[in-house]
């Protein structure tokens, strides 16, 4: 069973990798079978706790 903290360091690696891939989400998501949806809500995440920062 995956962990929270498994499941966001996941999704922390791909959101940084999208970011540096100079590609679009939906993009990204095809090249590495990712929901394009679920990558968006983690973008959101990401942004939102950097924000809060």
């Known amino acids: ?5 498994a499941r966001r360091a996941f999704w ?13 989400q939906v993009a990204y998501c095809q090249q590495h079978a990712l929901r394009s949806k679920a990558l968006a809500y983690w973008i959101r995440r990401d942004r939102q706790g ?3 920062d």
């Open 12 to 24: 922390s690696a791909h959101v940084q990798a999208w970011r540096d891939s100079g590609l679009t």
């Open 1 to 5: 069973m995956e962990t929270m903290h």
């Open 50 to 52: 950097r924000e809060a």
